[in-house]
């Protein structure tokens, strides 16, 4: 047997043996030293995210079980550096508060093994690898989303999202096994040929989305989002709205593209209805949020809205816009937490009213909170207005002006809350502003890392041609 | 380096060095600074225009084309005709007059100056700008931070305005990105690429039934900004609440991007649109002169006032524009100009006014041309200029606009250009009320008898304002040639 045929799972191989070496390391490490282990972790997971860069050649593994290309490589690395930063970001409160109760390994094997569910339910090339990477990348993170024991609101998340999550898994189990009674088969490739327009297929397609939909958070399977983001720790609430969604957002719409093509006529439609119902619920939601986590849950559920323009078009536009969009997304998202982490950490004040006047004492971290509402409502010159304007580009392609009209509407409701964040930090002033402190290292370098995202990724345009082209090879 | 470039590129210099200035006196220097050398190049730049335009006869000039994203066709495409040009000057002489009249900001100066700097990069991109996506862009850069200017230098209901505000102008460039992209997914109607470039997609003759679509959507959207009724009631709150400077930058310049952006984009573009529905946005904008006006024969709160004559005078350029002929656009962009420098300098004084008297409300104020004789003398100024008294610039702006709009000769055109040309009297009324209660007559006050005199940074301030204002009125004629000379291929679109 060629052992070489396995660099192609590089991504996952790679992460395996660190989260095996952390395991080890554990042991090794002296008790009082314990908080080495989140040095060595963010270290270790530099390296992959560095050497995840090199390139990879497309093929397939397993009989066509696993299949990688540049496009998917690619988003791997998107996602790597997404849970870098969210490490760099979560690094402060796991030392003071994690790793204290000698569960620091525990964090991170929980972390990277839903991470690697998740590279797994990408690359997937069958139905059953896909299923196999949903559940691993989604029950790790019940499990951390209870992670924080000394609050119920912390358990409650946890057992909020794993009842969620066994039921969209199980609703799109339902509808996978419907698809292979009409295609009998379960391998992408040979549904693609076979499928038919049909009564069962079409209840299929529907089932199986509805799986996915609850994990991106899709009106009406938005329910869990804003209770779990609340109770989960903020680390997990952040990895839920960008890692898990970017994910899931990805090889939704690798699936819609191409083995559900023939059923496009049914999906569109479908994607039409909810983009429209997830937008105005998310946005209309969001505009009484008082508590941050809670906001940034509802604002995520519009976000996610807003990618289903570029999902409608079924065609590379589409594709190149909206991995463009997530990963500028990822960059906002994670700067907006970022900072909602820091204020957390260090006064555990998580409400809006508790920002007021924070720019005359916290200039610096209400600058980067200002950067990344902007980037969220898509205003120029950051990266998040261009990633809004090309998703409607793409809609605006295939002629649908009205939902573009009414994202619009909703751009203009969802800055209105954006600025009301705006509003605390910069135009009140307050007696009891939250003093001023200084970030420590792991949590500087995370928060500019977003910066640097969010003001380059858009006036720097080679970076969304090399994914248009990377779009065009898939398509 | 080319000239052009030259405009984002010093504000941002600016702005970088603003960056790392310490307290008041360091930020007003390098504001200052960076906006002297910006009205250089401004006048730099009407000299160069003169001498290029004598040899080359394209619609642009001084244009430069540098790809951005490729697979969209976005590129930074620059260029400018007669009308940019004045603009830009405008711009400038504005800018420069703002930093003059903020002299004394004390909370939060770098951020005030920063965010003062980020609007005018913005407005200047969008002047120069020939591709309808960096236009959107720099709309939006120019939009954004009169959130923060009204919301925490501003006075009175800030916060509410400031909201209304933003949301109101974002919500009308949300409109105008539809426009834009019905646009730009039209522009290969003749079997060419898609593209945003002005001056390309005005070769292409796009679908009639797109144009009826596309062009109310794009109307709206710039128009908003323009003060269209009944899509104006930001600009009143907006501007009672904001700062001095806020007022006269936003007044005096962004509004214009209102006006500039109908005329260079959804004219220009969308010209059977236009034709099509002119009707509907002309009743539209002579409601907004009349009820302008009249607005502000109500008002007793002197930026009010103001900002209720703005409404009327901007309806004006609408109303001109859509007029759809040489004269009216003529004056249209005349208005345009005057009108920017005389808020300018209305919201300047007032500014200075309440400085000193700590009320804006007419009622309270009284016999000030006693105590502050300059200041008023320069409002009764402004004030004839603004009713278009001839020997400044509104008269020459006013008398092209009906003399336009009287060239049409059906029924509707006439009732709708004799119930705007009524509104003039109304100004009238309005401008010498103000100037009867405030300035004539008895000290109301006798705190008022020590006011404080005027600076020389505020003097500096208004004359840079005031010249302009004689400078059209006595000169019309190089101005008018040169905005003439660059209508001529727009109006050829439309006829």
């Known amino acids: 047997m060629d052992f070489s045929s396995f660099l192609l799972m590089r991504h996952e191989l790679i992460l395996l043996t660190i989260t095996l070496l952390l395991i080890i390391a554990e042991i090794f490490i002296p008790h009082h030293k314990k908080s080495n282990i989140v040095h060595l972790a963010i270290f270790l997971f530099g390296i992959h995210t560095v050497l995840g860069f090199l390139g990879l050649a497309e093929s397939s593994l397993f009989g066509g079980m696993f299949r990688t290309n540049e496009m998917i490589h690619f988003f791997k690395n998107v996602l790597n550096v997404g849970v870098l930063i969210l490490l760099l970001q979560s690094a402060d409160w796991l030392q003071e508060k994690i790793v204290e109760q000698q569960r620091g390994t525990e964090f991170f094997v929980l972390l990277f093994s839903s991470l690697l569910g998740m590279y797994f339910m990408i690359s997937a090339g069958d139905f059953l690898m896909f299923y196999l990477g949903l559940e691993l990348s989604t029950l790790p993170v019940a499990a951390l989303a209870a992670f924080e024991v000394s609050k119920r609101i912390s358990s409650e998340a946890g057992i909020k999202l794993i009842l969620s999550a066994a039921l969209a898994s199980g609703v799109s189990l339902f509808g996978i096994s419907l698809l292979y009674a009409t295609t009998g088969s379960i391998y992408f490739n040979d549904i693609l040929e076979v499928i038919s327009v049909s009564n069962l297929s079409i209840l299929g397609l529907i089932l199986f989305f509805t799986g996915l939909a609850f994990k991106i958070s899709l009106v009406p399977f938005h329910f869990w989002t804003a209770d779990v983001y609340e109770g989960a720790p903020i680390s997990i609430a952040s990895y839920l709205s960008v890692i898990s969604k970017g994910a899931a957002v990805f090889i939704l719409m690798i699936l819609l593209f191409t083995v559900f093509k023939p059923l496009m006529f049914v999906w569109e439609n479908m994607v039409y209805v909810i983009a429209i119902a997830t937008m105005f619920i998310g946005n209309l939601f969001a505009l009484r949020q008082q508590n941050m986590k809670r906001f940034l849950a509802f604002s995520s559920v519009a976000q996610a809205g807003f990618i289903l323009l570029g999902i409608i078009t079924g065609d590379q536009l589409g594709l190149a816009t909206v991995v463009y969009f997530v990963l500028v997304y990822v960059f906002s998202n994670l700067a907006a937490f970022g900072v909602v982490q820091a204020i957390s950490l260090q006064t555990g004040k998580e409400n809006r009213n508790d920002y007021e006047g924070l720019y005359r004492t916290n200039p610096k971290l209400s600058l980067v909170m200002m950067l990344a509402l902007f980037s969220l409502a898509g205003i120029p010159p950051v990266a998040g207005f261009f990633g809004k304007f090309f998703l409607f580009t793409a809609a605006a392609s295939k002629g649908y002006y009205l939902l573009v009209f009414l994202a619009v509407v909703n751009v203009t409701i969802s800055l209105y809350y954006y600025l009301l964040v705006i509003r605390a930090m910069f135009l009140r002033k307050s007696e009891n502003a939250i003093p001023f402190f200084n970030s420590k290292l792991y949590m500087r370098i995370g928060l500019i890392l977003t910066v640097l995202g969010i003001l380059t990724l858009g006036l720097y345009s080679p970076l969304y041609e090399y994914i248009f082209e990377l779009s065009s090879n898939l398509m | ?495």
């Not at chain 2, 002047?127 to 925490?152: H, K, N, Q």
């Open chain 2, 1 to 495: 380096m080319d000239i052009l470039s030259l405009f984002l590129i010093v504000p941002i210099v600016t702005i970088l060095a603003l960056v790392f200035a310490k307290d008041l006196k360091q930020s007003r220097l390098i504001s200052m600074v960076g906006s002297i050398f910006q009205l250089g190049m401004a006048i730099n730049l009407v000299f160069a225009y003169f001498k290029e335009r004598a040899v080359n006869d394209s619609i642009m000039v001084f244009t430069k084309d540098l790809i951005w994203y490729e697979s969209f066709n976005i590129h930074y495409a620059i260029g400018v005709d007669g009308i940019s040009v004045a603009l830009l000057l405008l711009t400038a002489i504005v800018v420069l007059a703002g930093v003059f009249i903020s002299w004394k900001m004390d909370d939060l100066p770098k951020e005030f100056f920063i965010s003062l700097l980020v609007l005018a990069t913005g407005v200047y991109g969008f002047f120069i700008s020939l591709d309808l996506f960096t236009m959107f862009v720099f709309f939006e850069i120019a939009v954004i931070p009169m959130y923060l200017l009204i919301g925490i230098w501003g006075t009175g209901p800030k916060e509410y305005s400031a909201m209304k505000l933003t949301l109101m102008l974002m919500g009308a460039s949300a409109v105008l990105l539809v426009g834009i992209l019905g646009i730009y997914f039209n522009s290969n109607a003749d079997g060419g690429p898609l593209t945003f470039n002005i001056l390309e997609i005005a070769q292409v003759n796009i679908p009639f039934e797109a144009q009826k679509l596309f062009f109310p959507l794009t109307f709206i959207g710039f128009a908003v900004l323009g003060a269209l009724f009944p899509f104006h009631t930001w600009s009143p709150d907006g501007h009672a609440s904001a700062p001095t400077a806020v007022s006269m930058l936003h007044a005096g310049v962004l509004m214009k991007l209102g006006g500039y952006g109908v005329f260079r984009v959804a004219m220009f573009l969308l010209p059977q649109g236009a034709v099509d529905w002119s009707w509907f946005f002309i009743i539209l904008s002579a409601t907004g002169v009349i009820y302008g006006a009249f607005g502000a024969l109500k008002q007793t709160d002197l930026k009010y006032i103001n900002a209720y004559s703005s409404v009327s005078h901007l309806g004006l350029v609408l109303f001109a524009l859509l007029m759809l002929n040489k004269t009216a656009w003529n004056g249209a962009i005349l208005q345009s100009l005057s009108h920017g420098f005389m808020t300018a300098l209305f919201f300047a004084l007032i500014g200075m006014i309440y400085g000193r008297t700590h009320t804006r409300d007419i009622t309270k104020l009284g016999g000030l041309l006693k105590v502050i004789p300059f200041i008023s003398v320069v409002y009764v100024i402004a004030g004839l200029a603004s009713l278009g008294l001839p020997g400044f610039s509104g008269f020459v702006a006013e008398m092209n606009i009906f003399v336009g709009a009287f060239q049409h000769e059906e029924m509707f055109y006439r009732i709708a250009t004799i119930v705007s040309v009524s509104a003039i009297v109304v100004t009238a009324v309005y401008i010498l009320r103000v100037v009867g209660i405030m300035l004539m007559g008895p000290v109301k006050n006798e705190a008022f008898l020590q006011l404080e005199k005027v600076t020389w940074f505020e003097k500096t301030g208004i004359l840079l304002l005031l010249i302009p204002i004689v400078g059209m009125g006595v000169a019309p004629l190089w101005l008018s040639d040169m905005i003439l000379e660059s209508i001529q291929p727009f109006i050829q679109g439309v006829l």
